[in-house]
């Protein structure tokens, strides 16, 4: 999988130079039309969004777009961290309080339209911290909690999803009578396109009448009431996350039962000879023999995940107050709904580089290996 | 659960025959097929939900009915009404021929060439060789509605070959830029490096050209894979769906995603049109993977994603 | 493989790309084409008459047999021109104007909703049409659709119809909580409508007492049905004196009053805040219906005799309305306006613009019309709508390219208001986009 194990380069005896310099006229033959395909319409589009993130072209104006160099990328890292002090009451010198005893602090709009050195900033957050309040501002809060979404995504559905499908994996690889219907049945949801997905589930979850809430009533006797799924900031972004598992789970419980499918009887017979439990056959049998289907199933759950667009844009736009943004999602608002190629395009480069950065890292930390041949 | 499957079999190994054993198998077994049975009812219902939808004519009782559990049962007024009101609104046939027509080709031209590309990574010295490897895998993390709005500027400009200039409206705008595609190769670079070479080297001594090998030796050893490819490429153009909506105004060229949406983007919604049109998204996908499935999941299998 | 198994492959690549190139041959009228490039492959159409290109966006069920109908009609009265209309789905409707612009691959005609013509007038895509309308034609027309269409001193756009918003109830429903009906002279004061909110609410049959059609969504609707309390308060989305910031109106204490007078709505239960369904108020658990006129076919058959329509209450600046509906313009990439005015011109002729009103219950755009309609003409049922848009009561939205920022501004804070985020925190940051786009786009001098 990586770029530096492989060693599989032809090993044709070497008959001078003119022998490989055909080869590698042959390989260009053969990368010629997918290199084409690449460049053209992946390539060159994003160096054009590069070149566009560096003006302020907007997708339609009978204005010319003008150069603005680093000025978007300057407005997306914009951040700032400061400390606000409380309202003080004038005539008592007292901390002033709300009604509830907690202290008062100055709105955040207020401290940061009240001095020039915070210009273009924008509340992104409010935390207490050792004693202190504290203000986060930011250029563009939405490309933050796109981001913030986007880790919050891959940290809880990639492990989610990777064990659920690998528990799937086992119970659906016992020799036991149906399993075969059983797997048809979790791969379906794999088959089933998004859009259409999203748009059902978007019905599913209606609050106060949806099903999915008439079944959570009557599976705990009533103790749990109605809740507003896509529109409490706090369970929007589950409910699409709840949504993502039930659809891709399926296609990894399927890689998984091929691994588990090519782990030879022989390696459990050895291990129950050497005495070991089922657990202790779980833990060091199947999941070191699965290693790099698990390294696999991980790498490409998590580029899908930080490519999440599609459930969020149908059901939630990315509210109630940001909740679901997500990067792409950002970026399709502010240049294709907003027009702002310019700003836009920014945030792709910058998107690409921080997912590259993270896929180098998890490159560096789990390094794969290879089968013994 | 895992440890009650692995108990199951590690008591087989100890007294296979006492009563005891199989009083706890047969109650091992009845909570495996409970617990089958309960995640077969957390993947299927939205699909039940969204046929037995379909099929209830009278849009007030299916607002009705999804407040309870009502919702997946087929009962009252039942019928084809609103598939025919899918149908009497527009021409879904050629939405349906749209869609399989530009996934068909998109499916079909990706696999030949994104595999030769990637039998040129795995098999071939060249120099670059290792840095083009490097480019595409970094491809693989750009999705594609980042680079949209540059792409329709692109397209726009490009020339055809009847002499215009612009693909916008065009079965080929919704197709050659997706041909090529960096996560197919991977796959397909994957599988090849992966395959036996000593075939292939007695091929070269005899003389073949890499071509003949690729198409002779290679393709049919990885069936598996471009099966794979094939089936992942095809279920992500078929729900493609941002992409036509910027590119394509005329139906006889939009596909079905968007042709739903001049369902689900109409208020109010008529929710039992809209899931006929759902179904009739979905139906044929599932058909044919259910006639196919066996094939269909070994050959995910088979085919090396697993690393 | 064999050879034979490569051949038919090379075969059915080949004939593939074919065949997607007579597709493309087929389906590419674009503009060059359509403008005539090259002689020759302009001559069959020529020969015959021109083609007016024309998208509409898929309304309702009875708007597009109209059209259909109109359509028909100018075939038959306009041999000579041939009308392509494409519909395109509504909810992304703005979005694929938007991308077509970008490639300069617009139709000849287009209809769009109201207020997004000043930011297609001000990108250079709509032509005037002043040179078309004369005087008589113009002075016929409700004075809001011309306001409406209006950008810069130019006429772009006219409609065949405008929209009325007001509050349908049932006089039962009234009666029974004791709720005096109002008239456009004398409308529900504020706090006359908290109480029939809350007495309406108690009647055992409600369920809720204010139907907002929140199941339409997040969308224009947001902006277009509610932006009124706003300037019945004495806010607004935007300062209308400068178009130049929207700092102290939409975050002024008179905008924050209003949204939290609707916030308070929903939170003491009189909303519902999903309905999944469009029945509320027939069905009758919901008492007041705070839409537009496009329910007057539905309403009348199921509510009957008993379906009243009231003005909207006068929040302190007296009764305000939305007003504005989807309209027709022609583009500047249009190789043939003479003909698309004629199309324009027939569909506007007031027979035409009656076969679209009577069918989707809009008020008629044309005096002429109005006096023909049996719903609007005095002492019709739905005549409340135009005496609201005659007498002032209706407020366009905000004449300026920035609407669609502002729309999307206001639908955002709108959505988190209604969900119980903090109105001042959201209407601030509404204003800060909308200040942030009119700086970036130097205030669309």
Request: with cysteine; aromatic share 12%; glycine share 8%.
């Amino acid at each position: 999988m990586s770029v530096t194990q492989n060693t599989a380069v032809s090993a044709v005896p070497a008959k001078g130079a003119l022998k490989r310099r055909n080869e590698a006229v042959t390989a260009w033959l053969f990368m010629v039309p997918a290199a084409l395909g690449l460049i053209i319409f992946l390539i060159i589009p994003f160096l054009m969004a590069f070149y566009l993130s560096l003006t302020n072209t907007r997708l339609i104006s009978p204005e010319p777009a003008d150069f603005v160099g680093l000025r978007n990328y300057a407005t997306l890292f914009n951040v700032a961290l400061i400390k606000v002090e409380p309202v003080i009451d004038e005539q008592t010198g007292a901390v002033m309080r709300d009604e509830n005893g907690n202290i008062e602090y100055p709105r955040a709009r207020t401290i940061l339209h009240g001095d020039a050195k915070y210009e273009g900033l924008q509340e992104a957050a409010q935390f207490n911290l050792f004693g202190n309040h504290y203000l986060f501002a930011a250029g563009d809060p939405t490309f933050l909690r796109g981001l913030k979404n986007n880790f919050y995504f891959v940290l809880v559905v990639v492990p989610l999803q990777t064990a659920l499908a690998l528990l799937l994996a086992l119970l659906i690889n016992q020799k036991i009578k149906g399993s075969n219907l059983f797997r048809t049945i979790y791969f379906s949801p794999v088959v089933t396109t998004m859009v259409v997905v999203a748009v059902v589930w978007t019905f599913l979850y209606n609050p106060g009448e949806g099903t999915i809430n008439a079944f959570i009533k009557t599976a705990t006797f009533g103790l749990v009431g109605p809740q507003d799924w896509l529109s409490n900031p706090k369970l929007a972004f589950p409910s699409i996350m709840l949504l993502s598992i039930w659809q891709g789970v399926g296609f990894q419980m399927v890689i998984f039962l091929a691994g588990l499918q090519e782990i030879s009887e022989e390696v459990y017979e050895a291990a129950a000879i050497d005495g070991c439990n089922m657990i202790q056959e779980f833990f060091f049998v199947t999941l070191p023999q699965l290693r790099n289907t698990t390294i696999f199933v991980v790498i490409a759950t998590t580029i899908l995940a930080f490519q999440l667009f599609v459930q969020v844009d149908v059901m939630t736009q990315g509210g109630p107050s940001d909740a679901t943004m997500t990067t792409i999602l950002h970026v399709v608002n502010e240049g294709f709904r907003q027009q702002r190629i310019g700003y836009a395009s920014a945030v792709t480069v910058a998107f690409f580089l921080i997912v590259l950065f993270i896929s180098i890292i998890q490159r560096m930390v789990v390094p794969e290996e290879r089968a013994v041949d | 659960m895992a440890e009650q499957i692995l108990t199951q079999e590690g008591v087989t190994r100890e007294q296979p025959y006492s009563l005891r054993y199989q009083i706890r198998k047969s109650v091992i077994l009845a909570l495996d097929y409970a617990i089958l049975i309960l995640l077969s009812f957390f993947f299927l219902f939205p699909v039940i939900f969204m046929l037995v939808t379909a099929f209830k004519t009278n849009e007030d009782q299916i607002l009705r009915d999804v407040a309870g559990l009502r919702a997946f049962v087929p009962y009252g007024p039942l019928g084809l009404q609103n598939f025919f009101d899918v149908f009497n609104r527009m021409e879904f046939g050629r939405f349906m021929w749209n869609s399989v027509f530009v996934v068909g080709v998109t499916v079909i031209l990706g696999l030949v060439v994104n595999s030769m590309a990637a039998y040129a990574l795995a098999r071939l010295r060249w120099g670059g060789r290792k840095i083009v490897l490097a480019v595409i895998i970094a491809l693989i993390i750009i999705p594609f509605e980042a680079v949209a709005v540059p792409l329709l500027l692109l397209v726009n400009n490009l020339p055809w070959i009847n002499g215009t200039v612009g693909w916008l409206d065009t079965y080929h705008v919704q197709i050659i830029p997706f041909i090529a595609d960096a996560f197919s190769i991977f796959l397909f670079y994957q599988f090849f490096i992966g395959l036996p070479k000593d075939l292939e080297e007695a091929a070269l001594v005899d003389g073949a050209s890499r071509f003949r090998i690729y198409w002779n030796i290679i393709v049919p050893l990885s069936r598996p894979v471009f099966a794979t490819v094939a089936i992942l490429k095809f279920l992500y153009y078929w729900g493609s769906y941002l992409w036509p909506l910027m590119v394509t105004r005329r139906p006889e060229v939009r596909p079905l995603t968007v042709g739903m949406q001049q369902f689900f983007g109409q208020y109010p919604r008529l929710w039992g049109d809209i899931m006929a049109f759902a179904s009739m998204i979905t139906i044929p996908v599932l058909i044919i993977f259910l006639l196919f499935q066996k094939w269909f999941v070994q050959s995910v299998a088979s085919s090396g994603v697993k690393g | 493989m064999s050879k034979k198994g490569l051949l038919i492959f090379a075969v059915l690549a080949i004939t593939t790309l074919i065949l997607s190139a007579c597709g493309g041959a087929a389906a590419t009228p674009t503009p060059e084409q359509a403008a005539g490039g090259e002689a020759a492959t302009e001559a069959p159409a020529a020969a015959g008459g021109s083609t007016v290109t024309l998208w509409f966006h898929s309304g309702r069920g009875a708007e597009r047999d109209a059209l259909t109908e109109i359509l028909g009609n100018f075939a038959d009265a306009h041999p000579e021109i041939t009308v392509d209309a494409v519909e395109l789905p509504e909810g992304d409707y703005n979005q694929q104007v938007q991308a077509a612009a970008v490639a300069n691959d617009l139709p000849c005609l287009l209809d769009f909703d109201g207020p997004f013509l000043y930011n297609y007038a001000w990108g250079g895509f709509l032509t005037p049409l002043d040179d078309y309308v004369s005087a008589d034609m113009k002075s016929d027309f409700l004075p809001s659709i011309i306001d409406q269409g209006t950008y810069q001193d130019h006429l772009y756009s006219l409609g065949q119809f405008d929209s009325g918003l007001a509050i349908w109830a049932r006089k039962s429903y009234l009666d029974a909580a004791g709720v005096r009906i109002p008239t456009l002279d004398e409308p529900w004061t504020r706090d006359e409508f908290d109480a029939a909110l809350a007495s309406l609410q108690a009647l055992p049959e409600v369920e809720y007492a204010l139907d907002l059609k929140m199941n339409y969504g997040r969308g224009e609707w947001y902006t277009y049905a509610f932006s009124p309390i706003l300037q019945s308060f004495g806010g607004d989305l935007i300062d209308r004196s400068t178009y130049e910031t929207a700092e102290g109106v939409l975050n002024g204490p008179e905008s924050v009053a209003a949204m939290e007078m609707v916030q308070g709505w929903f939170q003491d239960g009189y909303v519902n805040p999903e309905p999944a369904g469009d029945t509320d108020f027939i069905d009758g658990t919901a008492a007041l219906s705070w839409v537009g006129h496009w329910v007057a076919p539905d309403y009348i058959e199921n509510v009957g005799d008993d379906l009243l329509l009231l003005p909207f209450p006068d929040f302190g600046k007296g009764s305000k309305t939305g007003m504005g509906s989807w309209n027709w313009g022609i583009t500047s990439s249009c190789p043939n306006p003479d003909d698309t005015w004629t199309v324009l011109d027939f569909m506007l002729q007031p027979e035409q613009i009656l076969i679209m009103t009577n069918a989707n219950g809009a008020v008629p755009a044309r005096s002429s019309a109005i006096a023909n309609s049996e719903l609007y003409a005095e002492g019709g049922l739905l005549r409340l709508f135009v005496q609201q848009l005659e007498g002032g009561y209706a407020v366009p939205r905000p004449i300026t390219p920035a609407y669609p920022t502002i729309t999307t501004a206001f639908q955002e804070a709108f959505d988190n208001i209604k969900d119980g985020s903090n109105v001042q925190d959201e209407l601030d940051g509404a204003v800060d986009q909308i200040d942030s786009d009119l700086e970036e786009n130097n205030f669309y001098q």
